[in-house]
């Protein structure tokens, strides 16, 4: 059965995260995600996350310099302290709120030097959250919305997680930004499956609500039902208006 998670990084901006996490409760959503949720103590988030009964599924580690347009650190060679300390700060952060995964983000580089060190720093973060019950999540992003970004493609990804070789590093499969790198999305999940620990889903090209383009989501999430998936599906897209204001209404048309 499929079950939906209000990506909070996108959905309800306007209000603070602990609202957020009340709206996307009042709105039927069964869990919630976010990017970056560490201007917020961990004990609001957690009042928020009880009152509502919904889990926190997943945050980001930093981006690291925003203004200069860091997305990340983990792939930066020269920066592993700081790539160590933000995965450290997301893993104390995630306990503290009860999420089970971390969105370890690489950072634009690029070459064999950025690739030996996202491996490090991962072994790093596999070592780190051994016996937690907390799992690595890593994202390819396209080159539109990411570009310079080290990780792009799956393929990508299914090789460092064969090289990592741990069961805490898994593939964030997100739709969106695999339709644009790769296509063939229905087959590349079936390829992928066995290695994915979260799937997000947006419009394409749009990245609105999933109820328009390129991608019939209809097919996609009865797919991934089909293939033994039971982790969440996580809305990640850019509303068309407010998000409760009637931009909910696919959560009933495509399931």
């Known amino acids: 059965m499929i079950r939906l998670s209000a990506n909070l990084g996108f959905l309800w901006r306007e209000l603070s995260l602990p609202d957020a996490i009340r709206a996307a409760g009042k709105a039927g959503f069964d869990a919630v995600e976010c990017h970056w949720p560490y201007e917020y ?57 009860g999420a089970p995964n971390i969105h370890v983000m690489a950072g634009n580089a690029a070459g064999s030097e950025a690739h030996a060190t996202f491996i490090s720093n991962l072994r790093y973060a596999v070592e780190q959250v051994a016996k937690t019950g907390i799992t690595l999540l890593i994202e390819p992003l396209n080159h539109y919305d990411a570009p310079g970004y080290f990780l792009n493609t799956a393929d990508q990804a299914a090789d460092i997680i064969s090289e990592i070789r741990s069961d805490d590093l898994k593939l964030m499969f997100d739709c969106y930004h695999l339709q644009i790198k790769q296509g063939d999305i229905s087959r590349l999940l079936e390829r992928m499956m066995p290695i994915i620990g979260h799937v997000q889903i947006a419009a394409v090209p749009t990245r609105a609500e999933p109820d328009e383009g390129e991608l019939d989501y209809r097919h996609i999430l009865k797919l991934i039902d089909n293939l033994g998936y039971n982790g969440f599906v996580g809305a990640e897209y850019n509303p068309r208006g407010p998000t409760t204001q009637g931009g909910l209404g696919w959560m009933h048309t495509i399931i």
Do not use: F, V
Request: aromatic share 2%; glycine share 10%.
């Open 41 to 97: 103590a961990p004990r609001d988030l957690k009042a928020a996350l009880a009152e509502t009964g919904l889990g926190m599924l997943g945050i980001n580690t930093i981006r690291g310099n925003s203004d200069a347009g860091d997305q990340g650190l983990t792939a930066l060679p020269e920066k592993e302290a700081k790539a160590r300390e933000a995965i450290d700060q997301a893993i104390d952060y995630a306990k503290q709120i």
